[in-house]
């Protein structure tokens, strides 16, 4: 059986708390299921952002996609987990990463480290995340027991076999550094690259004797509406994005088309990928709601 789709929106920034506010609630009345918010310098601070979309909606969970492991250690981290999933009454989601812009750490006076360093820090902060809220004695509690699920989001191996281990969900990773262009410039992965991420982390799940696979996510990168696919593929490849106008109609990360034709490529890639919770960014968060709405209409 395939599991049931949720849709998340990543809002990736705030000119006031009234219109943070509206924002929340309007992303409610669309239908998104989790309000998001990522983790870097020059975008809105994560838990406190999340309080309040809280307590402006009622439905929707919020969490973070994904928090940077190396911004903070595990027990400041544990307390800030702990605390916001109290005041969000239980609606909290933890997605947490290694981290992939330098300058950010550099910016903040923080390590960067090499790759590995990075998964390091990032298994040892799961790792004592899980053993500190799950002690009975640990406080503040969090109101979900033994705390919020966990989301880990990458793409390497390392990162997808301590997802197998610890995650209730997998977001995988379509994009990468551009070669030769500036940090933080990403192209996509195709099809085939996802699918063999996809692979090897199921053989990772196998191995880590899990009883029921985990949910697995994927980020939207973009939302084009248009009765023209290839031609939209066309223009796209024009922008440099690593594949070409064929494969960035097959591409994860990108939907194009009308409305149903987006819905069946989300059907389509859930039975290929299992990707059956979708994110997408803020920016296209009305364009995105009728696709909910096919989907949902079966």
Do not use: K
Not at 79 to 95: F, I, P, Q, S
Not at 141 to 146: G, L, N, V, W, Y
Not at 236 to 256: F, M, R, S, V, Y
């Amino acid at each position: 059986m395939s599991r049931p789709f949720r849709f998340g929106l990543n809002i990736l920034s705030i000119d006031t708390g009234t219109t943070w506010r509206q924002r929340c609630r309007r992303a409610e009345e669309l239908g998104y299921d989790v309000l998001l918010v990522p983790d870097h310098l020059g975008h809105p601070a994560p838990f406190p952002a999340l309080v309040i979309a809280a307590e402006v909606t009622s439905r929707p969970r919020v969490g973070t996609f994904v928090l940077n492991a190396g911004f903070t250690n595990p027990a400041l981290l544990a307390r800030e987990v702990a605390t916001t999933d109290t005041l969000t009454g239980g609606r909290l989601e933890l997605g947490l990463g290694t981290g992939y812009v330098r300058a950010e750490h550099e910016t903040a006076g923080l390590p960067w480290g090499s790759p590995g360093e990075r998964v390091d820090h990032l298994t040892r902060t799961v790792e004592e995340l899980e053993r500190l809220l799950g002690d009975p004695e640990f406080a503040p509690r969090p109101a979900q027991r033994p705390g919020p699920p966990l989301l880990i989001g990458g793409n390497g191996p390392r990162m997808l076999r301590l997802a197998a281990r610890h995650a209730r969900t997998t977001a995988f990773s379509g994009a990468r550094q551009a070669p030769g262009r500036p940090e933080g410039t990403l192209e996509l992965l195709s099809a085939e690259e996802v699918a063999a991420s996809v692979a090897r982390y199921a053989t990772y799940e196998e191995a880590a004797g899990r009883t029921a696979p985990a949910e697995r996510n994927i980020l939207i990168q973009r939302v084009v509406v248009t009765g023209d696919r290839r031609a939209a593929a066309r223009e796209l490849a024009a922008e440099g994005l690593g594949l070409d106008a064929e494969q960035l109609l097959d591409a994860p990360t990108l939907l194009i088309g009308t409305p149903a034709e987006m819905a069946e490529q989300l059907r389509e890639r859930r039975e290929r990928f299992g990707f059956s919770y979708i994110t997408v960014l803020d920016p296209v968060m009305e364009e995105f709601a009728p696709v909910m709405e096919e989907v949902r209409r079966g």
